[in-house]
Structure formats: C-alpha cells, structure tokens
C-alpha cells in the first residue's frame, strides 16, 4: 500500500510531461502564406487578375548598359484579347505611394508627363481589332526612366516589377507586373582617362501657370464680348423702325366752316366780287360734299353731284337744300346772274347751313326725326 502511494507523484509526473511535449490537438491560427520559393514580394507592384480572366502575355526589353543621370528606355509588350484595352495611364504609379519609394530606392526615377517625355502607347490597328480570326493583339508600351544611382561609379541596378493596367470589357481592370531586370550603369566620363569638367547643360524654357493672367485676360475678352454686344443691340436699337405720328385728321365739316368763315372775313361782298364770292363758296361745298360722302364733288358736274346724292340715304331729306345751292350756283355762273349783297350774305349763309346740317350728329338727328314721323 506504501509502495502504491508512493507511484502516484511519479505517473503524475510522467503524464504531465507527454502533455507538455505531445503536439497541440487545436489548430494553428491562420497566417500570411509566405511567397513561393526563389519568388521575392515586391513593394512597386502587386498583380491582380480577376477570378476567371486569362492573364495577357507580358514581355519587357531594357538595354543592359546606361549612363548614371540619362535616360532609359523601358519596353512592354502586352499580348491580350481583342476585347480588353491597355489604358491610356497603363504605367500608372502615385507619387509618395510605397510603389513608387521602392522604384527611387532602386536608382531609378519615373519623370513627369509634362516635362517632354511622355510615355509612348503603339495600339493594335483597326484591322486587326475587327478580325475576328485573330483572338490575341499586341500593345507595345515604351516607358521612360531616368537612372539616378545614390552614389558614384558603376553600378549594377536592379528595376522593379512595374505595374501595368489592363481593362476588360466588362469594366474589370487588371494589374500585371512586369519582370524585374538588371543593367548596368555606368558613369558618363567612365571611359575617359583625364576627364574636364564640362558645362552646366543649356537652360530649358521653364512655363508657369499664371493664374492672374489668365484671369485677367478672361475678364477683358468679356467684357469687349459684352461691350460688342451692346453697341451692336444699339445700333439695331437705333435702326428699328419708329412710328410715324400721323398728323390729326380735320373732319371736312370743320375744315369747311372754316373756308367759308375765312371767305366771309375777305370782305369780297363789300368790295362787289360776286362772282369770285360764288366760285369760292360754290368749291367749297362741293368739295366738302365729295369729302363727306366719298366721291369726287370738286370735279363732279352738277348732275353728277345730284345723281350721287341720289343714292346716299343720308342726304335725301337734304337734296332739296343742296339742289337750291346748286341751282343758284349755276344761274350765277352760266346765266351771269348778279346777286346783289343781299343775296350774297344769304348765299353765304344757306352755304353753312348747309355744312352744319350734313355733319355726322346733324344727319343722325334728322334721320330720327324722319323714323319718328313715319
């Protein structure tokens, strides 16, 4: 019994060490898988290509020497379907993104659009787009980059994967990475056994936005824009036809009454010319008839004046008063009848009476006497 109590810490021993030193039954927390052998991950480029789509032919081509401070040419050859589409910004890398610290890091430096060298994209032609035989086109992409060693002497620099876009044509883009490649960089006075010091290089036009300018010279042209158009709506303005103010229409009762008042103030009574008296107040009736009712009374013949007021409704309760004038008239003028001055102020007078009779609110007052006596 001793002998069995004394067994137990040992057993209890051993048993705690196989736990300890057994493997764990739960399974490891997940964790990033790490990259494939002799594969290294690289900072300036991460590939993506979506579930289900082919990934294009990718080649690249640098030249294996170049001069520290020069320019570089690199090359991407991009094998694709005909449906998918190298973007315009295809090498396209933000500034101060880890991308684009790994690439400075490496001696290289990507220059600016604007500065004179651009990158160069050479599309497939139409025809070989619309063939539909062809299921794969080649878009070449040349990219410049400047090699910019930290230190001096030569150098065996290393350019980073870079990353080239591609679009699909349902709207999915596509990242590639081009192949790393290694040339060698030379000094540009590396060849040379007692090299001179040579000259700054000559100085390139540099242009600045000027915001003011641009501005200010927006603002002139519009307002010469607005100022043209002003003095051309004034000139249409001024060019508009403008009414013409008619002159007041004098009633021929007014106008008459008032030649047979000017012919009375003539004192051609006094002075014994009857018949110049006649002929003028015999004028102006007629025409003051033709005038009111719408015909030519000054060339009209007496007959025709009675045939004409004849047939005017308005003036047959007053064809007896006109035909006395007009008899009258006629005796002086064809039978050299001489009126003595009697007679002249009661021509003269029957002459505006009559006129007073024919205006407008006269023969409406007749007309209606008529209408009450019938």
């Given at each position: 019994?001793?002998?069995?109590?004394?067994?137990?810490?040992?057993?209890?021993?051993?048993?705690?060490?196989?736990?300890?030193f057994a493997?764990?039954?739960?399974?490891?927390?997940?964790?990033?898988?790490?990259?494939?052998?002799?594969?290294?991950?690289?900072?300036?480029?991460?590939?993506?290509?979506?579930?289900?789509?082919?990934?294009?032919?990718?080649?690249?081509?640098?030249?294996?020497?170049?001069?520290?401070?020069h320019?570089?040419?690199?090359?991407?050859?991009v094998?694709?379907?005909?449906?998918?589409?190298?973007?315009?910004?295809?090498?396209?890398?933000?500034?101060?993104?880890?991308?684009?610290?790994?690439?400075?890091?490496?001696?290289?430096?990507?220059?600016?659009?604007?500065?004179?060298?651009?990158?160069?994209i050479?599309?497939?032609?139409?025809?070989?787009?619309?063939?539909?035989?062809?299921?794969?086109?080649?878009?070449?992409?040349?990219?410049?980059?400047?090699?910019?060693?930290?230190?001096?002497?030569?150098?065996e620099?290393?350019?980073?994967?870079?990353?080239?876009?591609?679009?699909?044509?349902n709207?999915?883009?596509?990242?590639?990475?081009?192949?790393?490649?290694?040339?060698?960089?030379d000094?540009?006075?590396?060849?040379?056994a007692?090299p001179?010091?040579?000259?700054?290089?000559?100085?390139?036009?540099?242009?600045?936005?000027?915001?003011l300018?641009?501005?200010?010279?927006?603002?002139?042209?519009?307002v010469?824009?607005?100022?043209?158009?002003?003095?051309?709506?004034?000139?249409?303005?001024?060019?508009?036809?403008?009414?013409?103010?008619?002159?007041?229409?004098v009633?021929?009762?007014?106008?008459?009454?008032?030649?047979?008042?000017?012919?009375r103030?003539?004192?051609?009574?006094?002075?014994?010319?009857?018949?110049?008296?006649?002929?003028?107040?015999?004028?102006?009736?007629?025409?003051?008839?033709?005038?009111?009712?719408?015909?030519?009374?000054?060339?009209?013949?007496?007959?025709?004046?009675?045939?004409?007021?004849?047939?005017?409704?308005?003036?047959v309760?007053?064809?007896?008063?006109?035909?006395?004038?007009?008899?009258?008239?006629?005796?002086?003028?064809?039978?050299?009848?001489?009126?003595?001055?009697?007679?002249?102020?009661?021509?003269?007078?029957?002459?505006?009476?009559?006129?007073?009779?024919?205006?407008?609110?006269?023969?409406?007052?007749?007309?209606?006497?008529?209408?009450?006596?019938?």
């Amino acid at each position: 019994m001793t002998a069995h109590r004394r067994s137990l810490p040992v057993a209890w021993a051993v048993i705690g060490a196989l736990f300890a030193f057994a493997p764990s039954a739960r399974a490891a927390p997940p964790s990033t898988p790490a990259p494939a052998a002799g594969k290294k991950a690289w900072a300036s480029c991460a590939e993506y290509i979506p579930d289900g789509a082919a990934r294009p032919g990718l080649e690249s081509e640098l030249a294996d020497r170049a001069m520290s401070g020069h320019e570089t040419r690199f090359k991407v050859i991009v094998t694709h379907g005909r449906g998918e589409r190298v973007l315009p910004a295809g090498f396209r890398v933000e500034r101060g993104s880890d991308a684009m610290r790994a690439i400075e890091a490496a001696g290289f430096r990507v220059p600016d659009p604007k500065g004179g060298s651009p990158a160069v994209i050479e599309r497939p032609s139409s025809a070989d787009l619309e063939d539909e035989s062809k299921r794969t086109v080649v878009t070449t992409l040349t990219l410049p980059l400047l090699v910019l060693p930290e230190k001096p002497g030569r150098h065996e620099l290393e350019l980073p994967p870079l990353p080239i876009a591609v679009g699909r044509a349902n709207g999915q883009v596509m990242t590639l990475c081009t192949k790393p490649r290694r040339l060698l960089v030379d000094e540009p006075i590396a060849n040379e056994a007692a090299p001179a010091v040579r000259p700054n290089a000559p100085p390139r036009p540099q242009r600045e936005e000027w915001l003011l300018a641009r501005h200010a010279t927006y603002a002139v042209l519009l307002v010469v824009l607005l100022a043209a158009l002003g003095a051309w709506l004034l000139a249409r303005y001024a060019r508009r036809p403008k009414p013409v103010p008619l002159a007041p229409v004098v009633p021929a009762w007014v106008t008459a009454l008032r030649e047979l008042e000017a012919i009375r103030a003539a004192g051609l009574i006094d002075a014994g010319q009857v018949d110049e008296l006649v002929d003028r107040v015999s004028t102006c009736v007629r025409r003051y008839l033709g005038e009111r009712y719408g015909f030519d009374g000054a060339e009209s013949t007496t007959e025709e004046l009675r045939a004409t007021l004849r047939r005017l409704h308005s003036a047959v309760a007053l064809r007896p008063l006109i035909d006395t004038f007009l008899d009258e008239t006629d005796l002086v003028k064809f039978a050299k009848v001489t009126p003595g001055p009697d007679d002249c102020e009661e021509f003269l007078a029957r002459a505006e009476t009559m006129v007073r009779t024919t205006t407008p609110h006269a023969v409406e007052n007749i007309t209606s006497s008529e209408r009450n006596a019938a």
